[in-house]
C-alpha cells in the first residue's frame, strides 16, 4: 500500500474499537478517526480541492490534528503543516509561496484576523466542527512518488524552504523506524513536541498510528510534573522528545518514576552528554538514546540501538538508509575524519519546492547534503561534530561549537549553552559562549573561561562568555545561533 490515508484506513477498519489517541481522561478510537477522515475528505473534495492541492494545517496540539492530517491526504491533497508559532505575516509568506487558499484551523485562533488581511483569499475549515460521520469517497489515485507533505524548514536564515516529502519517503521512514524501535501494537508513542515538527509527525503520529499502536498526546505541558502524570496516567511506553525535556525529567523529585516507559529517543537536536547522563541517573531503568535527522529526510537517518547504545553517538543507519562522510569535493572519507554527512535512500525528500537550484545544490549524484559535519567511527557507530554553516576557523583552524558546549555543560550552575563565532581582526574569527544559568546560581565569566582553558586547546577557548536568562529557541527548542550571532553583530 503506498498511500498514507489508504494504510491508516486499512488499520483502521481492522481495529476499529481500540484506541488510537490517549487525550487527557478523553479517547478517540481507530474507528472515530475513520469515520473523521472520511468526513474530511468528503468535505474538501465538496469544496473543491483537488488532487495534488496544498492545504495548511495550523493547529495546536489536539486530537483534530489527526483527522484533519489523513483527512486532506485521504482527498488526495498535500499536507502543509504549520508551525503554530509563527507570526501571521510569516504564515501568510509560506501560503503564498505553496499556493494555499484552505487552512483548517481553530476558529478562535489569535493570528486569523490578520492572516486574512495578509491574505484575503484564504479560506479557513474551522477544525472543531470537523465531520464525525464518514461519506463515500472514491480510491485514492495518488501516491507513491506523490507529494503527501510540504514541510517547511525553520528558516533560520532567509525565508524557510518547503521539503516536499512523497508517500513513499515517508512510509519507507515509518517502516524503517518500527523495525529499529522494535515497535509492537501494544506501544503507546508519547507526544509532547508540536505535531507540525517532521520528527512528531513522522515517529509520534504515523509511526504509531500506521502501525496499529497508540497515541499518548499529553495536554497538561504545564510543568514536569504535569506531563509526568498524563504519561503514567494513559500509560506511555516510548517519549520521543528533544534534549532540554530530558534535562526537566532529570530534575524530578525523588518517588515519582517512569513506570510504563521501555524506551526515550532524543532528537530534533543533539544531545549533550551531560543531559544523558543526568537523565541516566535519575532514571537508571529507562533507556535514553539519541538519534539523528532532518526534514528533507522524512525525517529519521540514524538511531543507538536500543540494545546497544553508545553515548556520545547518533547510531547507525536505520534499515533503507545509507549515510557517508563526504569532503567537498564529494569523495568519500574514511572512518574518523571530519567531513560533511550525506544520505541515501527511499526517505530523501523529492526536492524542494518551486526551488529547483537549492534543490540541486543539496542533492548531488543521489545524495542528500545535509549541511551536518561527522564522522564515522571504526566501530560503525556515527558522530556528529557541528553544523556545517557553525563552524569557527580561528586563524584557519577548524573549532566545532558542540565540542566546546559540551565542555560548557559540565561547568556548575549552567542550564543551556551555545558558542557561536565573530569576527576578528587577528584571528579571522573567534568563539563567543552564550549561557543560561540554573536558578540560584550566580554567573563568574573569569572562572568558566578558566574551566574551558584546563581542558580546551587555547585557540579553542571563547574570548569571552555572555550570560543570557534563557537562549533563543525556535517552536521545536532548538537553540538559534543566528540570533545570538544577531546579538553580537549588535555590539554585545
Known sequence: MNHLASAFLAVARSRPEKTALYWGDSRY???HYRDQILGTAGLLKGKGIRPGDRVAIWLKNCPEFVGALFGV???DAVVVPINNFLKPAEVAYMLQDAGIEWVIAESSHAGLPELKALHP???ILDAETLPTEAAEISDPVRGGDDLAVLIYTSGTTGHPKGAMLSHRNLLENVGSCRV???LAEEDRLVVLLPMFHSFMLTVGLLLPLLSGASVVAVKGLHSPKHMIAEILQNQGTLLPAMAALFRALSQIPAGIEFTSLRLCVSGAGPLPLEILNGFNARHPRVPLIEGYGLSEASPVVTVNPPRDPKPGTIGVPIPGVEVSVQDDAGNELGDGLDGEICVRGGNVMLGYWNAPD???QTILKGWLLTGDIGHRRSDGWYVITDRKKDMI???GMNVYPREIEEVIYRFPGIREAAVVGEP??????RAVAFVAMEEGHIFDEHALIGFLKETLAD????????VLPALPRNATGKILKTTLRETLSRGH
Open 424 to 429: 576578528c581582526e587577528r584571528r579571522g574569527e
Open 358 to 360: 537549492k534543490t540541486a
Open 121 to 123: 483569499s484564504i479560506q
Open 73 to 75: 491526504l485521504a482527498a
Open 393 to 395: 576557523k580561528p586563524n
Open 459 to 466: 585557540y579553542k577557548v571563547p574570548r569571552r562568555a555572555l
Open 180 to 182: 529499529f524501535l522494535e
Open 29 to 31: 478510537t481507530y474507528g
